[in-house]
T-cell receptor, first 114, second 112 residues
């Protein structure tokens, strides 16, 4: 079975540019999570969706970040405008159900903002 | 969610059992203990979870003390591929409480 798919795997952009990260969750999973990982802050939850509805976006750093989930098989995380401090690895994860469950992580997108 | 405390690093010889401790002294009755690991440059991987009984699966065993204030993840026959950062997380069994709060974890190095 295909796991969580993320694209692109690597992204290098210049400060001020718009960046869009994409995620396809595991088929049948109804919860989706976006995380960011840096050396300084570790792994942080940015936002999670349940049944395509954002449930908790308290981890989204600021208005430059936005996330959407237009359907059960696709989500995007957008940064506009990007800044060097946004450089990090961004992970998407999905899980089945709304209660206790295991999360399955994608391979991540390595973002470098110059 | 309860806070966890793990040693920052551990070493283990290949083929031996790796025992990774975790303290969660403020855990409450409805909080589960989860273990994930992250191999270098990969996304975190679920290992095992439990509430109060010991659990075992194909990857590892989880031993939770009777008072639930601490637990140990056991990799029975560690291999070089088990070198990773291991995260111990506690979270409540509530609808909507989907957050996994990752701490710094334990960096486990398996030596040949």
């Amino acid at each position: 079975d295909a796991g969580v798919i993320q694209s692109p795997r690597h992204e290098v952009t210049e400060m001020g540019q718009e960046v869009t990260l994409r995620c396809k969750p595991i088929s049948g999973h109804n919860s989706l999570f976006w995380y960011r990982q840096t050396m300084m802050r570790g792994l942080e939850l940015l936002i999670y969706f349940n049944n395509n509805v954002p449930i908790d976006d308290s981890g989204m750093p600021e208005d430059r970040f936005s996330a959407k989930m237009p359907n059960a098989s696709f989500s995007t995380l957008k940064i506009q405008p990007s800044e060097p401090r946004d450089s990090a690895v961004y992970f998407c994860a999905s899980s089945l159900g709304t209660g206790v469950g295991t999360q399955y992580f994608g391979p991540g997108t390595r973002l470098l903002v110059l | 969610d309860a806070k966890t405390t793990q040693p920052p690093s551990m070493d283990c010889a290949e083929g031996r059992a790796a025992n990774l401790p975790c303290n969660h002294s403020t855990i409450s009755g409805n909080e589960y203990v989860y273990w994930y690991r992250q191999i270098h440059s990969q996304g975190p991987q679920y290992i095992i979870h439990g509430l109060k009984n010991n659990e075992t699966n194909e990857m590892a065993s989880l031993i939770i003390t009777e008072d639930r204030k601490s637990s140990t993840l056991i990799l029975p026959h560690a291999t070089l591929r088990d070198t990773a950062v291991y995260y111990c997380i506690v979270r409540s069994y509530d609808q909507g409480a989907q957050k996994l709060v990752f701490g710094q974890g334990t960096r486990l190095t398996i030596n040949p």
